[in-house]
């Protein structure tokens, strides 16, 4: 069962709906988007059109160019066509699907409509240039089809895999008119093997389907030779397949009375297994038999959402808030395979992030998340909880209490290769859950993953902290992939979740050590240097488990943890900040030598967002975020000063603006007094960030010094914490 009460609300409507199949009557008109009573004042806030030119969206390289959309934590998603390609009037670009773990296009429009009159096909532009509208929770298409008669095509998620099209044929004429419907569509077949013979068309009771081979393509395509896409009609109709075509046809016409308007409902499913596809027939008969309830209920909840992400924004900002909202939600994903709860994958346009849920994303993503479904926020923590290493592990027994960097639909007894367990991402757990109670005011969950979370802080110094120093280091697990020291550094180097940060590089003196429990055996391997971020995120997740203690009405361990909490900052402050330079660095394990000519990054910021500085320290880092020639870039704040001499603009973590690093130095700012300065510094990074008032994707990153777009787009981080950055302070 789904865990939270939108999941719940939502299937208690559909399932009160008599399971019969609809009747070719006219329905009771369905909300038309602008009775979630915005008007048009959020449409299009991103650009949803376009048409896929290859079966795969991206490889490692390339990015999906087409911006999708899906809903509650579907697999499959959808955009709108584009209006230079008139081959796909009447359907709706796709769908993307994900085989597990990776993105492939089944179709440019798998379902695409017709109308016909005295056995002519019309033209759905033949009247006016087709209107295609993203709106909050839907598309849109409309069609002046010319003589008096209009179609309109709307397609909202009724569930986590299903989605509900009506399409609306409204006669504006003087005269009845008798219609023929028909649908056609084509798969987008692989090119290569053996993902060429994976998808199989047939027909299917009430419409077509698509079959899936079991593939084991590790980099590429999984599937188990379960998985179904499936399409089906409220009306009878009757379908003919050639090939890797199909033709559905509705079995008889329909006449529209003049000023009358009459509904073609179907819905469009991808399931990975026979128990879900069985699942999922009572509630598809449940929307077909009521489509206009399942309306209803996805629109009043997506204005719910719209109104947790736009309260306390300016107007200027809201319908950036709503971009936001956007991208969080088609990210969303439900539980499948060996995912437990539903959670938020990076990016659905990035082959490599589509089908897995990071930690150090997650803990992010909440905090955005909660603003609009503090009960997804929540799941979304359980997701990567659900496979923190237990005590008595028989596998990783030195390593009960860490949370792996990133879970996929396959884990590695399923020939999962993206599944990590090398290493672990920073601890912002506590963080993340204290926001997310804000919003929820939920002490049972409180209550479920405080004792997670205190394993988690305790795994990170019984195994990160190699001196016994009290400062930790990022470092890598005994694992088979952990096999050399530079796969040690490597790993180490992720765990930062700044990959490529130039504070890490073996040429800059970057190496590793193993270290030892009681009885000499290795539990894992540290970094030859105590990190800063590292240690103010610890503090930080001491005081929020300190705060949930007192919640939770244990006042030793609250106690205890504030106690902790002052002493990491005290290390902290005497021992990683620079007096000379203003800026706090990573320390040399055993000398304690701070690594000043290793540059000034972003993560510098992080002591003074966690209340690590005293003022005089906050003030010399402010000084440094707002120098031009250190932080205050055209884009502000980039993750290197532009002072470094290994300051690279637009290579990954060496230079380029990551929003959550931007969004910790705007609030470490504010949290010393310096209010206005973080306001300047935040409007000039929202107005400079391409496109981030436009209809273009928010992207995982950008080059401060253009403020042009760089890596994945239509990234979850980035949506999640532009929604603070953007709220009024």
Not at 164 to 182: E, I, Q
Request: with cysteine; proline share 6%; net charge neutral.
């Amino acid at each position: 069962m789904r865990p939270y009460s939108r999941a719940l609300h939502v299937l208690a409507l559909v399932l009160a709906v008599a399971a019969t199949c609809g009747q070719p009557t006219a329905a009771a008109p369905a909300p038309r988007g602008e009775s979630a009573g915005y008007g048009s004042r959020y449409d299009n806030v991103l650009d949803l059109r376009g048409t896929p030119a290859a079966a795969l969206p991206g490889d490692a390289r390339d990015n999906n160019p087409v911006n999708v959309f899906a809903d509650q934590g579907a697999w499959h998603a959808y955009a709108l066509p584009s209006a230079e390609a008139p081959g796909g009037y009447g359907g709706f670009t796709g769908p993307l699907y994900i085989a597990q773990e990776y993105p492939w296009w089944l179709s440019t429009s798998f379902s695409r409509i017709r109308l016909s009159e005295d056995g002519r096909a019309l033209d759905l532009a033949g009247g006016a240039k087709p209107r295609f509208t993203s709106r909050p929770g839907a598309l849109v298409q409309t069609y002046d089809i010319g003589g008096g008669l209009r179609l309109t095509l709307e397609l909202r998620y009724a569930t986590h895999r299903t989605a509900l099209v009506r399409a609306a044929v409204r006669n504006t004429g003087r005269a009845s008119r008798t219609l023929g419907a028909d649908w056609t569509g084509t798969l987008l077949r692989p090119a290569e093997a053996p993902m060429r013979q994976a998808p199989r068309l047939a027909a299917a009771r009430g419409g077509v389907a698509v079959a899936f081979a079991k593939v084991r393509a590790p980099d590429d395509f999984l599937t188990d030779g379960t998985e179904r896409f499936e399409v089906r009609h409220a009306e009878p109709v009757h379908t003919a397949v050639t090939g890797d075509s199909y033709r559905t046809e509705l079995a008889r016409p329909f006449t529209v009375a003049p000023g009358a308007e009459r509904f073609l409902d179907w819905t469009e499913s991808f399931t990975f297994t026979g128990a879900e596809r069985a699942a999922e027939a009572g509630r598809i008969r449940s929307a077909l038999a009521d489509p206009t309830r399942t309306v209803r209920a996805t629109e009043a909840r997506w204005r719910r959402y719209v109104d947790g992400v736009t309260a306390g924004v300016p107007a200027g900002r809201r319908r950036l808030a709503v971009k936001a909202l956007e991208t969080l939600v088609t990210n969303w994903r439900s539980a499948a395979g060996c995912l437990a709860h539903d959670g938020i994958t990076p990016s659905l346009s990035y082959k490599w992030f589509a089908g897995g849920f990071w930690a150090w994303d997650t803990w992010k993503q909440a905090v955005g998340t909660a603003r609009f479904d503090a009960g997804l926020a929540q799941s979304q923590i359980r997701s990567v909880l659900d496979h923190q290493i237990p005590p008595g592990s028989t596998t990783r027994p030195q390593d009960a209490g860490m949370i792996p960097d990133v879970v996929f639909y396959n884990d590695p007894r399923r020939g999962g290769t993206n599944w990590n367990e090398r290493n672990s991402k920073p601890p912002l757990g506590a963080w993340s859950v204290w926001q997310v109670y804000g919003r929820s005011g939920d002490k049972d969950f409180l209550r479920e993953v405080y004792p997670q979370l205190a394993a988690y802080q305790r795994w990170w110094y019984r195994n990160r902290d190699h001196d016994h120093n009290g400062l930790a280091e990022y470092g890598a697990t005994v694992d088979p992939a952990n096999d050399t020291a530079e796969h040690q550094r490597q790993a180490a180097a992720w765990e930062s979740g700044m990959d490529n940060a130039p504070r890490f590089d073996a040429a800059l003196g970057t190496s590793v050590v193993p270290n030892r429990d009681g009885t000499g055996r290795v539990t894992g391997y540290s970094l030859t240097q105590e990190s800063v971020d590292l240690n103010a995120y610890l503090l930080a997740d001491q005081r929020y488990l300190g705060l949930i203690a007192a919640e939770l009405g244990d006042r030793a361990a609250a106690r205890d943890w504030q106690a902790k909490a002052a002493a990491t900052a005290r290390a902290v402050r005497e021992r990683m900040y620079d007096p000379a330079t203003g800026w706090f660095y990573d320390t040399a394990l055993g000398t304690g030598t701070r690594l000043t000519e290793r540059g000034r990054g972003i993560e510098g910021a992080i002591p003074v967002w966690a209340g690590a500085a005293t003022g005089d320290q906050a003030a010399a880092v402010r000084e440094r975020l707002l120098d031009p020639a250190e932080f205050a870039t055209p884009l502000p704040l980039p993750t290197v000063s532009r002072s470094s001499p290994y300051f690279a603009a637009r290579q990954y973590w060496r230079g380029p603006v990551w929003l959550d690093q931007a969004s910790f130095a705007l609030d470490a700012m504010r949290r010393y007094g310096y209010g206005s300065d973080a306001d300047a510094l935040s409007a000039r990074l929202v107005g400079g960030a391409a496109g981030l008032t436009g209809e273009a994707p928010l992207m995982e990153n950008y080059d401060p010094l253009t403020g042009g777009p760089l890596n994945s787009p239509n990234f979850s981080w980035s949506a999640a914490m532009v929604l603070p950055l953007i709220a009024e302070h």
